[in-house]
């Protein structure tokens, strides 16, 4: 079965930085568009980030635009989420998703899987 495994996620101060890593197994990945998502407490899942399947195509939200990459390793099945001048802002549980269709998407529905989820916590 599909699997997607979230790590990287912590206590960092603001104005540090982070590493996400999905770890995805069960699909052939380098078929599929890859995207990070978050959800503060009390608020809907927000879209952060998503990337094309050969990592050509970026797309980001605009409240992360320059100061997170998006990034793909389809040798390792692995996507990354580097988020540097982070805010208190940002604290969320992240989520990395797949999705089988070939545009870059900005909705959670377009996405057909989906990882467990990381904390990041940023403190001020």
């Known amino acids: 079965q599909v699997q997607l495994v979230e790590s990287g996620g912590g206590l960092v101060q603001a104005g540090g930085s982070l590493r996400l890593s999905c770890a995805a197994s069960g699909l052939t990945f380098s078929n599929y568009v890859m995207g990070w998502f978050r959800q503060a407490p009390g608020k809907d899942r927000e879209f952060v980030a998503a990337i094309s399947w050969g990592g050509i195509n970026t797309h980001y939200a605009d409240s992360v635009k320059g100061r997170f990459t998006i990034s793909r390793d389809n040798a390792k099945n692995t996507v990354y989420l580097q988020m540097n001048s982070l805010k208190p802002a940002d604290t969320a549980v992240y989520y990395c998703?797949?999705?089988?269709?070939?545009?870059?998407?900005?909705?959670?529905?377009?996405?057909?899987?989906w990882g467990q989820g990381t904390q990041v916590t940023v403190s001020s």
């Open positions: 998703a797949a999705r089988s269709g070939g545009s870059l998407s900005l909705t959670s529905p377009a996405y057909n899987y």
